[in-house]
C-alpha cells in the first residue's frame, strides 16, 4: 500500500509538471510546427532517469523507496517515455542492441497504429 501511494503521489505532481512545462514551452513557440513542448519533456525525463537510475546504481543513495517515487511515480506521471529510453538502454547495455532496435521500431509503429485505428473506429462509429 506505501509503494501504491509512493507512485500515486509522484505520479499527480509529475503529470502536474508536464503539464506545467508543456504549456509554457508551447505558449512561447506557438507558431513552430514542431511540437517543442512534448519534445522537451520527453528529453528532459529521460535526462533525469538517467541522473536518476545512476544515482540508484554508482552511488546507492536513494532508497528503493526513493527510487519508486522518481522513477515510476514522477518521471511516469511526467513522460511515459523516461521508462521507454531506460528500457531501451537497459536492452543495448546487456548486449541486446538487436532487441533494443526491434522494441524501439515496434513500439513507435505499433503506438502510431493504434492510435490512428482507435481514432478512425471512434469516428466512423455511430
Avoid: H
Avoid at 529521460?46 to 545512476?54: V, Y
Avoid at 519508486?68 to 537497459?90: K, N, P, Q, W
Amino acid at each position: 500500500m506505501k509503494e501504491l501511494l509512493l507512485v500515486a503521489i509522484g505520479g499527480a505532481l509529475g503529470a502536474c509538471g508536464r503539464y506545467a512545462l508543456t504549456g509554457l514551452i508551447a505558449g512561447r513557440t506557438a507558431a513552430a510546427k514542431f511540437p517543442l513542448g512534448t519534445f522537451s519533456v520527453n528529453v528532459i525525463g529521460c535526462l533525469a532517469a538517467g541522473i536518476i537510475i545512476g544515482l540508484a546504481e554508482k552511488q546507492r543513495i536513494l532508497t528503493p523507496e526513493m527510487k519508486l517515487f522518481l522513477t515510476t511515480g514522477l518521471l511516469g506521471g511526467f513522460t511515459t517515455y523516461s521508462a521507454f529510453g531506460v528500457e531501451t538502454a537497459s536492452l543495448i547495455k546487456r548486449g541486446d542492441i538487436l532487441m533494443a532496435a526491434i522494441y524501439v521500431v515496434a513500439t513507435v509503429i505499433t503506438a502510431l497504429i493504434a492510435l490512428w485505428l482507435a481514432n478512425a473506429i471512434v469516428k466512423s462509429a455511430g
